[in-house]
Every structure is written in structure tokens, then in C-alpha cells.
């Protein structure tokens, strides 16, 4: 559901996500470790561990999904989840469509609450124009908090024409046992 916000009203969402996954809790020993590490390098770049493991869990799973595209959350801070996603895409003969941009924006665990997370993450991500996004797509951010960024992207990307969005995350930072 939309939350009621300022772009949005409380509504049901009539594209919505698949099921998404990530392969750590952000900091926690092993993996969200790696990812702690990674976005505050001085390299700006994920390890060749974190591809990897991600390669291994995902090769499945796009078999399964029939997953033909990766597509990433894009920053206006870095290029690294860019980076990573399109690493992954190389091991993975896939091909890495870049094809989300972001507008000026504060970051999303900066804000108070669900409603301005979504009306945050809704004024600012956007498919770059005259594209048609590819039908199965494998969506891939770093670190997931509040879900309006997966959630905001993969609307974006099926209005685009999309038809099955799959997010994967780095690590999952949110309080959720879910």
C-alpha cells in the first residue's frame, strides 16, 4: 500500500515487486561486515567476496525467475552499488541496463518516517526517458531500510514496461524480522 503523503495517497500499489532477498544484516559479523566495509572504503568498491557469494545464491534463482536483466538503485553519492551490480551481471552473462536515475534527494534513512520515505523515494527516482524497460529484472542496492527505495524503483521500472522486478540487497539494515 501507498502510504498517505504529499505525492501519494493511501492507496494499493498496482505494480508491485516479487519477493526480494539480501544475504546479510548490515554490520553483522561475516558478509554485513564486508558490506560495512565496502561502502566506506577508500576503493569505493564491494570485495570480490561479496560478487561471489552473491553470483553463487543468485545463479538459481535467475534460472528459476528467468531473470534476463540486472538493474541497480543509482546514488548521486557513488558509483558503487553501480559498480557492484554490473560485476555481478558480468559473472552472470547477464545483461546490466542502467537505466533508473535519481534526482536530488536526502537519504532515505535521514527521514522521519514511512509517509516522507515515500514521498521522498517517489519524487526521486525516475526511468530515464524514451526507455522500455526489459520484462524480468533483478533490481540490486546495497543496503535495505524502510523498502520504499526497492519499492518506488520497481514501480518505476514497470510502468516502463517491466513486468517482474526482483530486489536484492547487500545487507538488510531495518529492525525487521521480516
Known amino acids: 500500500m501507498w502510504v498517505s503523503s504529499d505525492v501519494t495517497k493511501a492507496s494499493r500499489i498496482s505494480h508491485i515487486n516479487q519477493k526480494g532477498f539480501c544475504i546479510s544484516k548490515y554490520g553483522d559479523a561475516g558478509y554485513g561486515e564486508l558490506v560495512k566495509q565496502g561502502k566506506y572504503s577508500k576503493e569505493m568498491r564491494f570485495r570480490d567476496e561479496l560478487v561471489g557469494k552473491s553470483v553463487d545464491i543468485l545463479r538459481p534463482f535467475i534460472r528459476e525467475h528467468k531473470i534476463t536483466h540486472i538493474c541497480c538503485v543509482p546514488s548521486r553519492r557513488s558509483e558503487l552499488v553501480k559498480d557492484f551490480a554490473a560485476r555481478v551481471a558480468k559473472s552472470l552473462k547477464l545483461d546490466f541496463v542502467d537505466i533508473l536515475e535519481k534526482t536530488p534527494a536526502k537519504q532515505q534513512k535521514k527521514m522521519e518516517n514511512s509517509a516522507y520515505q515515500c514521498a521522498n523515494a517517489y519524487k526521486s527516482f525516475f526511468v530515464k526517458e524514451n526507455v ?47
Not at 524480468?136 to 518505476?156: A, P
Not at 514496461?161 to 525487521?176: M, T
Request: aromatic share 10%; glycine share 4%; charged share 25%.
Open 132 to 178: 522500455t524497460a526489459p520484462l524480468n529484472i533483478l533490481l540490486i542496492d546495497d543496503v535495505v531500510d524502510s523498502r520504499w527505495t526497492f519499492t518506488v524503483c520497481g514501480y518505476r521500472l514497470m510502468e516502463a514496461g517491466a513486468e517482474n522486478i526482483y530486489p536484492f540487497a547487500l545487507a538488510d539494515s531495518s529492525n525487521r524480522e521480516d
